[in-house]
């Protein structure tokens, strides 16, 4: 991150009258604040990509789930790529939800996931 200096400017303001907690009254006053300048960090902006030597998650089955598809097309794929096992499939989903920066992915998978959890709580 970098520093920027910034400028306050100096104001003033009217504090209304008040009781502190030892049940003393004080009166409105007018303050006085003089300017000054501060430093102060600044984000880099946009968030970036993380770089394959820091990923920490790595599925272990490709499924082809893509946001893009219909829903019913994203969870055969799911369903697909682990034979038939909605638990895994769901528990998969559940995890891409979790890890992923894309707020619609994250959504989406979830949605997929709950779906998959009810599936496989029905066919029990």
Do not use: C
Request: glycine residues 4%; without cysteine.
């Amino acid at each position: 991150m970098t520093t920027a200096l910034v400028h306050i400017p100096s104001t003033v303001y009217v504090r209304s009258a008040w009781v502190d907690r030892f049940g003393h009254k004080h009166p409105s006053t007018k303050v006085h604040r003089e300017g000054y300048t501060k430093k102060v960090k600044r984000s880099r902006g946009k968030k970036r990509r993380t770089p394959k030597s820091k990923r920490w998650y790595s599925p272990k089955v490709k499924m082809g789930w893509k946001k893009s598809q219909s829903n019913t097309a994203r969870r055969e794929a799911a369903i697909e790529a682990h034979k038939g096992n909605l638990l895994s499939a769901a528990r998969s989903l559940q995890a891409l939800s979790n890890v992923t920066t894309d707020r619609e992915t994250k959504l989406l998978a979830a949605k997929d996931a709950k779906e998959l959890f009810a599936l496989h709580a029905e066919s029990k």
